[in-house]
Nanobody
Framework: VQLQASGGGLVQAGGSLRLTCAAS????????MGWYRQAPGKQRELVAI???????DYATSVKGRFTISRDGAKNTVYLQMNSLKPEDTGVYYC?????????WGQGTQVTVSS
């Protein structure tokens, strides 16, 4: 399984970005996919997840601003991020859980300036 994350960049506070995670391999058997982020000096934290059945869950800090979605035909997961804040800055990682094992992408940097 390979996960390729893209879409990060530098944006001003209040702006938007859309992250994309392109998956390949045994991705058709995934249980859930999602996004984590890690800010400098902090632990990696869950941002959003989406299950095989399209159920979603979000970190409290991003609810109402971020939306996770999945395109099954393209094996792609998106994270639409609106109303970005400086505290959203970090490296965003795509992840997939398949048969109890977690797979990770390489990460994409998101920087929000104030």
């Amino acid at each position: 399984v390979q996960l390729q994350a893209s879409g990060g960049g530098l944006v001003q506070a209040g702006g938007s970005l859309r992250l994309t995670c392109a998956a390949s391999g045994m991705i058709f058997s995934f249980n859930r996919m999602g996004w984590y982020r890690q800010a400098p000096g902090k632990q990696r934290e869950l941002v959003a997840i989406i299950t095989r059945g399209q159920s979603t869950d979000y970190a409290t800090s991003v609810k109402g601003r971020f939306t996770i979605s999945r395109d099954g035909a393209k094996n792609t997961v998106y994270l639409q991020m609106n109303s970005l804040k400086p505290e959203d800055t970090g490296v965003y990682y795509c992840t997939a859980e398949i048969s109890g094992r977690d797979y990770w992408g390489q990460g994409t940097q998101v920087t929000v300036s104030s």
